[in-house]
């Protein structure tokens, strides 16, 4: 999962994430925008705006596929 992560957030590929927060489940599609220390920080498609997430609560990752 990582790997496949630091490679989106690097060629600012979107992707497909299950996160965790506050024991609460969600399946975001994001567009990296920066990776720093323990946080991810992407353009949330759910939310509709820039969100910063915590490396550690995101649970699987999917590449954008077609």
């Not at 990296?32 to 353009?43: F, M, N």
């Not at 498609?45 to 995101?58: A, D, E, G, V, Y």
């Amino acid at each position: 999962m990582n790997r496949l992560l630091m490679r989106c957030v690097s060629e600012r590929s979107p992707f497909m994430m299950i996160y965790q927060s506050g024991g609460q489940f969600t399946k975001r599609y994001v567009f990296p925008v920066s990776c720093e220390g323990e946080t991810l920080t992407a353009y949330c498609c759910l939310r509709k705006q820039i969100r910063t997430f915590k490396l550690s609560n995101i649970l699987s990752v999917a590449g954008k596929t077609g």
